[in-house]
Each structure stands twice: as structure tokens, then as C-alpha cells.
């Protein structure tokens, strides 16, 4: 797509001298998407790249970043030549879990021929909680911090990690359009020979019955997609996505003020996950559980 000199040239003239900002408040976080915006408009008149940023915050510094399917405790469970066949069957599990459980009506189907059926329940398996091979991604930088910054017993005094992902525009796929752009529904999810990001539209219409899609509307999601060919190979170390991506250290202490403003402005664990019920969460356990059996 582009050549190995631009690419280096981008990792090494715009990114690589952001993985020094100090991020230590919620306005901090806001100017790092600044900062970010910054760096698409200089691509675009110095290269004549057209990019889009992305954020994916985690609590822990020095993750790499990969699909649920291959992280433990679950990859060490499971074949991991065999994971697109346990994640196709494991939405199929989870479709027939949620019918039964909530009704059909629960799930989102409004989807384009030929794969758009299959690609989201994906969408709606993952926001639920289902492993998958997706990677969760977000525009917003805020709600990315959320992510990065939610306390738990075992990271809370770790320090986080935000990253950055500048994506082209010709790899972020639609489910539609008038332009011309490529499709995801086209594409089977399940035999990719390459990868992109999904732009999930939403549908607002009775949004607030469907929990999955609804996580996804109010964490600003998107979801990578990999290729068959580097499932298990971290986004941060794919061939092309590692020079369009950094991440920034964030302290232990940063991460309990960001959290705290985040709260005070109202963005919560209730706004962007909507806590389901203790039978809804054991829903999805059963069916990581029964995938583990495939």
C-alpha cells in the first residue's frame, strides 16, 4: 500500500515523538486526541495520507495487543490453528443462547448479503463478552481512558497504556455506501486475506433492547479485523499496522485522578458497558465455557 520509506518515515518523524506525552488528567487525554488530529492534517499535506485516529486504552503497561480467543486464561484452553472454526461456532452458540434466553428481538439484524449476518452477531458476541478475533477499538480517547483507568484488585497499581492507531481511510470498511469504498459485509470474517478496520453503523430505532449493539454505539466502537495469515501476532507487531500505532505510559496515580474525573463527568461503567444482570454475564461465561469444548 505504501512503501516501506513512508512508512518508516511516519513511525519515526509523527509517532515515535508522541510516546513521550505526559498524560496525567482528563484534559490531558483530550489534547492527546488534539495532538492526534494534528498529526492526520501534516500527513495528509506533507504525505497525502488520509488517516483516522483510533484509541485502545489498557490497564496494564507493556501488553501487547490481541483478540480475546488469544489471550489466557482461554488460548491456553483451546486449538489455536482451529480459531476461526471456534469463533464462527461460538456466535452461533451465542444467537442461540441470547433467542432462547431474551428473544430474537435482542439481536440486530438489519444486515447486507453476503456476510453482514455473520459479522455482527461477531460485532454483538464481542461487545457481550464472547471471545472472538476481534479487536476492540474506539475514535474516542475518552472512552478508551475509561478502559485504561477502571479499577481493578490486580492492576490498580499498575501503570496503563494508551494507544494510538492512525488508520487510512481506504482500510476503514462500511457496512455501506455511496462512495466508492469497500464493504465488510463482502468479505467472509471467517477466511480474510487481509486486514481492516469495521465502521459499524447503528440503528437507532429500539437501540435500547439491544444491549451489544448499544455498548457499541456508546464506547464509539470499531472493530479490526485480522487476516488469516497473523491471527496470533499482535496488532503492535503486524507488518504495516506497527509503523501507524504508538502507545503512551500512564502512571498508576495519573490513572486514579483520570478515573475520577471521568465519573464526575459522568462517564461510567452504567454509560459505556450498561451492567447486565448476573444472568446475562453467566449467559456469556457459558458460552466461552462451551467453546472451550469444540
Known sequence: MYSQQTLEHIKKEHLTPLESYEIQNLQDV?????????????????????????????????????????????????????????????????????????????????????????????????????????????????????????????????????????????????????????????????????????????YIDDIDQRTYQFRLLRQHGRLFASSNSDLEIPLNKKDFWKYMMFRVKVRAEAKKTIFKELTENGIDKDRLVLTESEEASTMIGEVNTEMKKL
Open 30 to 202: 483530550r489534547n492527546f486526541h488534539k495532538e492526534l488530529i494534528r498529526v492526520r492534517m501534516d500527513l495528509k499535506f506533507s504525505v497525502g495520507i488520509d488517516v483516522m485516529p483510533h484509541y485502545r486504552g489498557e490497564q496494564h503497561y507493556s501488553w501487547d495487543i490481541l483478540p480475546g480467543i488469544y489471550r489466557p486464561p482461554f488460548s491456553n484452553e483451546i486449538d489455536l490453528n482451529r480459531s476461526r472454526e471456534i469463533e464462527k461456532k461460538g456466535i452461533e452458540i451465542f444467537k442461540k443462547k441470547v433467542s432462547e434466553i431474551y428473544g430474537e428481538e435482542r439481536l440486530f439484524k438489519h444486515s447486507k448479503k453476503p456476510f453482514g449476518e455473520d459479522w455482527d452477531l461477531l460485532f454483538q458476541a464481542q461487545h457481550a463478552g464472547v471471545k472472538t478475533n476481534l479487536i476492540d477499538l474506539s475514535t474516542s480517547s475518552i472512552d478508551s481512558a475509561y478502559f485504561m483507568c477502571e479499577p481493578t484488585e490486580k492492576h490498580k497499581n499498575s501503570d496503563g497504556q494508551l494507544w494510538a492507531l492512525l488508520v487510512p481511510h481506504e482500510l476503514i470498511f462500511n457496512e455501506n455506501t455511496d462512495y466508492e469504498k469497500l464493504l465488510y459485509p463482502n468479505y467472509n470474517p471467517f477466511d480474510l486475506d487481509s486486514s481492516f478496520v469495521c465502521n459499524v453503523p447503528t
